[in-house]
């Protein structure tokens, strides 16, 4: 057997990180054990499902490298293959037409409300055939649900989960509109996509039952399902927009990786060891549906920071200059090739520092414009008279300096030692001069990327 997932988001809005683990999961467990991960789009909600959100969807996929093995199927596309296996299961007598009309049903809720049971159709055409009035009548087509026994789902993270027969009801597949309904349409498309494990939140584990009503009816083999703990804010309330950033572009826009993102929603919920760390690879082969807790987990957005940085030191120079260009032309900064060039050799020492892209993009903006830099507060209270003075000194100093990293260090510690100050008394001014601020990568790095006449203006400037 291929294993085959699918990752079935409702375009109804952004793509939010619950999701986002929802399709690492079923990408994942395709993945280790050599299968295929596909997506659906179910947007047979018309009036809820837009265009815009589809695009974001596959935006955000694609920016979490988890896009899908095959061309997206769009669900509603598929609706009269839906409605042919409606009349399929009525062919078989495993389905019933029913003309209950809206005043019927809404007659059987209040009873219903009344006796204290829950809403149930009362399966009045279960056994009944139309009269004449019924002629020409638009009917739904409802699953005739077993009336006895159980339904027992082996659920690969909830293990054993059950529910009397008698529970269930006779819900309707095909609207007397001709249209699917939404559980029934999910279960022609996972039978059809060849799906074998259902990986989804576990809000859809009550819709389980219900789904197996349809695979059972048209003797289809179920697939396995596996339900996972959906995603909380740190306070245990439902993750939302006040917790903090929650659609997946928005931990983009923010400056996290996507590497970074996939591993802390790995961690979030599934674990091996204490594993922290884990890049792609590393999680296909390790990943496992029975290491994924049953319990909610909780959105920590420190700690997802904190990988961020561990991912950040180690991503290749050249993109992250990259996306640091970007954030600071969005930012409006103005810079020219010059200033590229000086935020690619500073580098492998801002990326030590930051933690996110836009931490990376604030400490590289005085490097990438030209000119001196806008100062800090905490700068400019540095630059007394003294050390005006001593960037004047500097100023003539470094005229002649060697202009290579490691010389400028050399160059630098001859002169403190030469005048008898610390070198931190030179670095300081220096730093405020060069970059604006009290923070910087090594200093004799910031020369050496800004380059000597760039140097000198600025340490001019500041002296003046
Ligand atoms: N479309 C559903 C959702 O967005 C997922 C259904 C499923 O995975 O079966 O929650």
């Given at each position: 057997m291929?294993?085959?997932?699918?990752?079935?988001?409702?375009?109804?809005?952004?793509?939010?990180?619950?999701?986002?683990?929802t399709?690492?999961?079923?990408?994942?467990?395709?993945?280790?054990?050599?299968?295929?991960?596909?997506?659906?789009?179910?947007?047979?909600?018309r009036e809820r499902s837009t265009k815009e959100a589809v695009d974001q969807i596959l935006e955000s996929l694609e920016w979490l490298g988890l896009t899908p093995d095959e061309p997206p199927v769009f669900q509603a596309s598929r609706e009269a293959r839906h409605a042919e296996i409606a009349h399929a299961l009525l062919a078989m007598g495993k389905a019933y037409r029913c003309w209950a009309t809206p005043e019927e049903l809404a007659q059987m809720r209040e009873q219903a409300a009344a006796e204290g049971r829950?809403?149930?159709?009362?399966?009045?055409?279960?056994?009944?055939?139309?009269?004449?009035?019924?002629?020409?009548?638009p009917f739904a087509i409802r699953i005739k649900a077993p009336l006895e026994g159980e339904t027992v789902v082996q659920d690969l993270v909830q293990g054993e989960v059950r529910v009397r027969n008698s529970e269930l009801d006779d819900m309707i597949i095909l609207r007397?509109?001709?249209?699917?309904?939404?559980?029934?349409?999910?279960?022609?498309?996972d039978h059809d996509m060849e799906i074998t494990h259902v990986i989804r939140g576990d809000d859809h584990l009550?819709?389980?039952?219900?789904?197996?009503?349809?695979?059972?009816?048209?003797?289809?083999?179920?697939?396995h399902f596996a339900h996972i703990p959906l995603i909380h804010g740190a306070d245990g309330a439902k993750l939302s927009k006040r917790h903090g950033a929650v659609s997946v572009l928005d931990f983009r826009d923010q400056g996290y990786l996507p590497e970074a993102v996939c591993n802390y929603l790995l961690r979030l919920g599934w674990g091996h060891g204490d594993e922290e760390v884990v890049p792609r690879e590393r999680a296909i082969e390790l990943f496992d549906l029975k290491d994924v807790g049953r319990a909610p987990s909780r959105m920590d957005y420190a700690k997802l920071t904190h990988l961020n940085g561990i991912y950040l030191r180690q991503a290749d120079d050249a993109r992250l200059t990259r996306a640091v260009l970007e954030t600071l032309a969005r930012r409006g900064v103005l810079f020219g090739t010059d200033g590229a060039?000086?935020?690619?050799?500073?580098?492998?020492?801002?990326?030590?520092?930051?933690?996110?892209?836009?931490?990376?993009?604030?400490?590289?903006?005085?490097?990438?414009?030209?000119?001196?830099?806008?100062?800090?507060?905490?700068?400019?209270?540095?630059?007394?008279?003294?050390?005006?003075?001593r960037l004047a000194d500097l100023a003539e100093f470094l005229a002649d300096a060697p202009w290579e990293k490691a010389d400028l260090e050399h160059w630098l510690r001859d002169y403190a030692e030469v005048k008898q100050v610390k070198l931190k008394d030179v670095a300081q001014p220096l730093r405020v001069a060069l970059s604006g601020s009290t923070t910087s990568p090594p200093i004799n790095a910031v020369l050496w990327?800004?380059?000597?006449?760039?140097?000198?203006?600025r340490i001019n400037a500041a002296a003046a």
């Amino acid at each position: 057997m291929t294993v085959r997932t699918r990752f079935a988001p409702s375009p109804t809005g952004y793509l939010h990180i619950g999701g986002a683990r929802t399709a690492l999961f079923n990408f994942l467990f395709a993945r280790r054990h050599k299968g295929a991960y596909l997506l659906r789009i179910e947007d047979t909600d018309r009036e809820r499902s837009t265009k815009e959100a589809v695009d974001q969807i596959l935006e955000s996929l694609e920016w979490l490298g988890l896009t899908p093995d095959e061309p997206p199927v769009f669900q509603a596309s598929r609706e009269a293959r839906h409605a042919e296996i409606a009349h399929a299961l009525l062919a078989m007598g495993k389905a019933y037409r029913c003309w209950a009309t809206p005043e019927e049903l809404a007659q059987m809720r209040e009873q219903a409300a009344a006796e204290g049971r829950p809403p149930r159709y009362d399966r009045r055409w279960r056994d009944r055939e139309p009269g004449p009035e019924q002629e020409g009548k638009p009917f739904a087509i409802r699953i005739k649900a077993p009336l006895e026994g159980e339904t027992v789902v082996q659920d690969l993270v909830q293990g054993e989960v059950r529910v009397r027969n008698s529970e269930l009801d006779d819900m309707i597949i095909l609207r007397s509109d001709g249209t699917p309904t939404y559980l029934h349409a999910v279960v022609v498309d996972d039978h059809d996509m060849e799906i074998t494990h259902v990986i989804r939140g576990d809000d859809h584990l009550t819709n389980t039952f219900r789904q197996c009503m349809v695979y059972d009816a048209m003797g289809w083999r179920r697939p396995h399902f596996a339900h996972i703990p959906l995603i909380h804010g740190a306070d245990g309330a439902k993750l939302s927009k006040r917790h903090g950033a929650v659609s997946v572009l928005d931990f983009r826009d923010q400056g996290y990786l996507p590497e970074a993102v996939c591993n802390y929603l790995l961690r979030l919920g599934w674990g091996h060891g204490d594993e922290e760390v884990v890049p792609r690879e590393r999680a296909i082969e390790l990943f496992d549906l029975k290491d994924v807790g049953r319990a909610p987990s909780r959105m920590d957005y420190a700690k997802l920071t904190h990988l961020n940085g561990i991912y950040l030191r180690q991503a290749d120079d050249a993109r992250l200059t990259r996306a640091v260009l970007e954030t600071l032309a969005r930012r409006g900064v103005l810079f020219g090739t010059d200033g590229a060039k000086r935020v690619a050799m500073l580098m492998p020492d801002l990326k030590e520092r930051a933690r996110t892209i836009e931490e990376l993009a604030g400490s590289a903006a005085f490097a990438a414009h030209e000119g001196p830099p806008v100062m800090d507060a905490k700068a400019l209270a540095l630059l007394t008279p003294e050390a005006k003075a001593r960037l004047a000194d500097l100023a003539e100093f470094l005229a002649d300096a060697p202009w290579e990293k490691a010389d400028l260090e050399h160059w630098l510690r001859d002169y403190a030692e030469v005048k008898q100050v610390k070198l931190k008394d030179v670095a300081q001014p220096l730093r405020v001069a060069l970059s604006g601020s009290t923070t910087s990568p090594p200093i004799n790095a910031v020369l050496w990327a800004l380059g000597r006449d760039e140097s000198l203006l600025r340490i001019n400037a500041a002296a003046a």
